[in-house]
C-alpha cells in the first residue's frame, strides 16, 4: 500500500483537521445549481495554501463519479516513464483503493504504460487531488499515471488507449490532468506564458498546447498530462473547455517577482 509522502507539508496529515480544510476550501454551495458532468478536469497541485481554493473549486464544480484516472507529471525522474501504480492509497482520510478493473484494461490496451511503484513513491502531483475527491465521493477509486515528458506522438498513443479503456470499462469515470502552469517567473511574464497555453486549452487543440509551450518555455509541469487527457476527452465525446479560475502563488506569498500559475479548468 502507497504511503502518503506529502500529508502535514502539503495539506494537513492529521484526518480531523484535513477534512475540516478541504471542507474550507469548497466555496459555498449554490442553491438550485446543478453540479457539472465532466469527462476531463484539470487541476493544481501546489500546497493547499498556495492552490488549493482553486483546486477545491474546480473539483467541486463537476459531478465527481466513482471512478477517477488521475494523470500527473513524474518530477522525481524515478521509475518508469509512463507508469501506472497498482497499489492501494492510504491517505489522512482513510485508504482510497485501485480500480484493478479499469487498470487492467489499461495495462493491455497500452503497451507503453507499466505497473511501476518507483514512479509514484515520492510523487505529490496526483497525492494533493485525492482529499478534494474523497470529499464528494465516498466510494472513490483510482487509477493513479505519473508521466514524464513524451512526444506528441506518444501522447496521442496513451490518449487513444486511455479512451478505449474507458469505453470498455463502462462505468462513468473521470479524467484529472495535475498540473501547475509556469514556474518561478514574474507575474506579468507568467500570465503572458499562461494566457497562451490556457488560449489552447480553450479552443480544445492539444497539438497547439504541446507545441505553444515548447516554442514559449512555458514550464507547465503537467502540460504532457494535460494534452493526454484533452486528446482522450475529445475521443470521448468533449467539445468544450471551462476554465474556472486562474491564479498565481504570489497572491498568498506576496512575491511577485517569481510565481507559480495555476489554473483550473473543467472539458465537457
Request: hydrophobic share 40%; proline share 6%.
Amino acid at each position: 500500500m502507497r504511503q502518503p509522502v506529502v500529508a502535514g507539508r502539503f495539506y494537513p496529515g492529521e484526518r480531523a483537521t484535513l477534512s475540516s480544510s478541504v471542507n474550507e476550501l469548497f466555496p459555498p454551495a449554490t442553491p438550485g445549481k446543478e453540479k457539472k458532468k465532466a469527462v476531463a478536469i484539470i487541476s493544481p497541485h501546489a500546497g493547499y495554501i498556495y492552490s488549493g481554493a482553486l483546486a477545491a473549486e474546480t473539483i467541486s464544480s463537476i459531478d465527481v463519479p466513482e471512478t477517477v484516472i488521475i494523470i500527473g507529471p513524474n518530477h522525481h525522474g524515478q521509475g518508469a516513464p509512463i507508469a501506472l501504480s497498482l497499489e492501494d492509497w492510504e491517505m489522512p482520510g482513510g485508504i482510497v483503493y485501485n480500480n484493478k478493473e479499469l487498470s487492467s484494461l489499461l495495462l493491455k490496451n497500452c503497451p507503453q504504460l507499466k505497473d511501476d511503484v518507483i514512479a509514484h513513491k515520492d510523487e505529490h502531483s496526483l497525492e494533493v487531488q485525492i482529499p478534494f475527491l474523497q470529499a464528494l465521493q465516498k466510494n472513490l477509486s483510482i487509477v493513479p499515471i505519473a508521466i514524464s515528458r513524451v512526444s506528441f506522438s506518444v501522447c496521442k498513443e496513451i490518449a487513444v488507449a486511455l479512451a478505449q479503456s474507458i469505453e470498455e470499462f463502462q462505468k462513468d469515470t473521470l479524467i484529472l490532468a495535475s498540473t501547475d502552469m509556469n514556474h518561478y517567473e514574474s507575474r506579468s511574464t507568467s500570465n503572458k506564458k499562461n494566457e497562451k497555453a490556457l488560449q489552447a486549452i480553450r479552443v480544445m487543440d492539444p497539438a497547439e498546447l504541446y507545441q505553444t509551450v515548447l516554442d514559449n518555455r512555458i514550464s507547465m509541469c503537467g502540460m504532457i498530462p494535460v494534452v493526454i487527457s484533452m486528446i482522450a476527452a475529445q475521443l470521448l465525446g468533449a467539445t468544450s473547455s471551462t476554465v474556472v479560475g486562474y491564479t498565481d502563488s504570489g497572491y498568498v506569498s506576496g512575491d511577485t517577482d517569481q510565481v507559480v500559475g495555476y489554473a483550473g479548468v473543467v472539458i465537457s
